[in-house]
């Protein structure tokens, strides 16, 4: 009897190897991207931005309230006290520049100056609107006596 070999089939893998291109077709392929290159816009730095900020809504200005102003005062006129002068004067646009220079804030400021008056404070300077707010507002404090007891204005 004849005996049967059984076989057995292996598949083997193999690596492909790349196909050769002409010089033609490298050439080709150089040449797309050189166009490609040029025709994609040229990514510029983003512009630098300016020293100085603009104010938007977001950024408003913190104006000084007539407390702040009033503190500012009532400390003008102790240092004058203190260095045994006899009054002091203060104006309405000065006072402003001093405190917040560039901000439009004179209503609060001339508030301010009106709500320190006291007893024997005069007018250097009243303004002819009746609310009295203007930059020409100028006051003069007495300070020889800041005693509690001194009426308001």
């Known amino acids: 009897m004849a005996e049967k070999k059984e076989t057995k089939t ?67 006129k102790w240092e004058a006290h203190h260095m045994s002068w006899l ?16 901000t439009d804030n004179i209503e609060t400021c001339c508030k301010a100056i009106l709500d320190c008056m006291l007893e024997g404070d005069a007018f250097i300077v009243e303004p002819t609107v009746k609310n009295k707010v203007e930059n020409s507002l100028t006051v003069r404090y007495y300070v020889d006596n800041l005693s509690p007891e001194r009426k308001k204005y």
């Open 10 to 76: 292996v598949k083997t893998t193999t690596k492909k190897e790349p196909t050769k291109t002409t010089k033609k077709a490298t050439e080709k392929k150089v040449t797309e991207k050189k166009v490609a290159e040029k025709k994609a816009p040229a990514k510029k730095a983003p512009a630098k931005k300016a020293a100085t900020k603009k104010t938007t809504a977001k950024e408003a200005v913190v104006m000084k309230t007539m407390a702040d102003y009033v503190d500012v005062i009532n400390w003008k």
């Open 87 to 102: 009054y002091i004067e203060v104006n309405a646009g000065d006072l402003l520049a001093e405190v917040e220079a560039g």
